[in-house]
């Protein structure tokens, strides 16, 4: 569970500091990182439009919780543990204030369905209290992960919690298997060709996705493509928007272009400068998903 150091700014004063390791290999079906952000902001001058992704995680707020505000709204502060499902549209801004510590735990992509028998429709574009959505079991997870201050003792104390849920779980079956190719290529993949193989027609893994992701897998697999294509400009600053929208399937750089617009709600270079303005620095792992990545 080893991590990478990346040395911070001379002057950062309200720079993100961020952690993130893989799951032990037994979870690793179930869970996809383990994340930590700390920070120290003395008034809401970081704003974060939130575009659509394919991320489902759970998050907890040690300090000052994240402000949200949905288009023409305020800002309203989030709920001490969270549970988010897929971002399906943008059009919400995170706003960050005080003295920032959360802990996330993010999930395969039919993880937390898996898990807990959730039914993921309802977690489409929302942040639900967490005590709302697992009454029984968060509340000693939330209680032990505060506890603690070390990232990697709230790793451990939530290895722990996930693993005596296991025995519960939904087996791992050819969905499963089909989401989780999708996630990791990027959407690269053709689903009808893994759902012949597999031996399970269209419609069976339509009906699946909508019940243990929240989408179906053609919108899924548009939005792994499109974090995907972001994640590659962040390795690759020098590379071409063409260059990348070739790499990530697209059919070229107007395609690309269309796609951020619907998902981000804008160019995908005016996405990435907007996050490159978020001063942070990192220890992360190699595997790091979230788009404050693009800060580093």
């Not at 920070?39 to 970081?46: E, G, P, Q, R, T």
């Not at 967490?130 to 509340?139: E, F, I, T, Y």
């Not at 972001?230 to 063409?242: D, F, I, V, Y």
């Amino acid at each position: 569970m080893g991590v990478r150091h990346v040395q911070s700014p001379a002057k950062a004063p309200s720079a993100i500091q961020i952690r993130q390791v893989s799951p032990h290999p037994s979870l690793r079906r179930i869970v996809a990182s383990f994340g930590e952000r700390r920070a120290d902001f003395k008034s809401i001058h970081v704003i974060r439009a939130l575009n659509a992704r394919p991320d489902q995680f759970m998050e907890f707020y040690f300090r000052e919780p994240y402000l949200v505000r949905e288009k023409g709204l305020g800002f309203s502060a989030t709920p001490t543990s969270v549970l988010v499902g897929v971002t399906s549209a943008p059009g919400k801004d995170l706003g960050f204030v005080g003295q920032i510590e959360t802990f996330t735990i993010r999930f395969q992509p039919t993880g937390l369905a898996r898990l807990f028998g959730l039914p993921m429709t309802e977690t489409v574009d929302q942040g639900l209290a967490l005590s709302d959505v697992l009454q029984k079991q968060a509340p000693g997870l939330e209680a032990a992960l505060a506890k603690s201050t070390r990232f990697e003792d709230r790793v451990a104390i939530a290895q722990a919690w996930i693993a005596g849920w296991l025995d519960q779980s939904r087996p791992f079956d050819e969905v499963d298997q089909i989401a989780c190719l999708l996630a990791k290529t990027g959407g690269k993949v053709s689903i009808s060709r893994l759902a012949d193989r597999a031996g399970i027609s269209a419609r069976q893994v339509q009906r699946r996705f909508l019940r243990d992701v929240g989408v179906t897998p053609k919108f899924y697999g548009r939005l792994t493509r499109f974090d995907a294509a972001l994640a590659a400009r962040h390795r690759s600053p020098l590379q071409t928007w063409a260059q990348i929208a070739a790499e990530a399937g697209y059919a070229d750089e107007a395609h690309l272009s269309r796609e951020a617009r619907a998902l981000c709600g804008m160019t995908p270079q005016t996405f990435v400068e907007n996050m490159q303005a978020i001063s942070t620095f990192a220890v992360t792992g190699p595997e790091m998903s979230d788009l404050f990545k693009c800060a580093i």
